[in-house]
DNA sequence: CTCCGCTATATCCAAACGGACACAACGGAA
DNA sequence: TTCCGTTGTGTCCGTTTGGATATAGCGGAG
């Protein structure tokens, strides 16, 4: 390491493909997290966040996107739950596709700006003023 | 024009540099603002933005970097102002460089989604079920 | 049929947010 | 000295947000 251990800095991306059609950190880690647990209500726990908020995000997104990116079912083959549609699943790869490729460009400028801040351009030696 | 009238999908970008030390869309707006105006009430009147919701942004930037971005006067040579340190212009260069940076990957990237929520993955030619 | 966990929706209520407004201090201009 | 626009701070209050809770319906498992 080259000093102490840092925080390390992070950056979240929000894409406004249309008007209301976005998508941003939050939502992102919500459709991961109902690929992975197959319900809503389970998603929500596991990102601390109550069914309700769960729901209001994917409802907004089902609505104001061309077509839902997650079907539900009330009851059923295992007492209910929740899937990524095809087009869930895509959207969802691509806004981490764009993380992934945005990472370095961002780690490069961030860690500018964190060396910026390390020195805060004090101390001009000669000024007169 | 290919189609129709496009918004053109925007982007947001939000730094953190560490806990705390944080600058997206708005401050970066509310830099630039106090920039050209000079003082914290003007900017906020061209942002549409309240006084106090633009002093008490500028006062947590202020109070988390390692130096203001921001020096004010009450009073004084022009009835009192604002001004970018130079820590705070560096650091909306920065920002603004990256977003930059960013636009063309972001928008090759926004327009593939597009293309996807255009065709919505319907009417498979062959589907038997 | 009963049971189960989930979806979907409504109601209630506390906390957070944010705008509107008031006001004192500042300090150079006139 | 008076005047001015700004900074900085506080209070009040309506709006929004979001958690907690309740309830109904679903539909396969047992």
Redesign the pocket.
């Known amino acids: 390491m080259t000093r102490t251990h840092h925080p390390a800095p992070t950056f979240q991306l929000r894409l406004a493909l249309a008007r209301d059609v976005v998508i941003g950190p939050g939502k992102a880690a919500l459709l991961d997290a109902v690929e992975r647990t197959g ?4 998603a929500g726990r596991t990102l601390n ?5 769960a ?2 995000l ?2 907004t997104m089902n609505r104001h996107f061309s077509a839902p990116l997650v079907v ?11 899937q990524l549609t095809e087009l869930g699943r895509q959207v969802l790869a691509h806004y981490r596709a764009l993380e992934r490729k945005l990472s370095p460009s961002v780690s490069a400028e961030a860690q500018a700006l964190i060396d910026l801040l390390g020195r805060p351009a004090d101390a001009s030696p000669l000024d007169s003023t």
Chains 1, 2 share one sequence.
């Open positions: 319900s809503i209500s389970a966040m109550s069914y309700k908020k729901w209001q994917i409802d539900t079912q009330a009851g059923g083959h295992e007492r209910g739950g929740a």
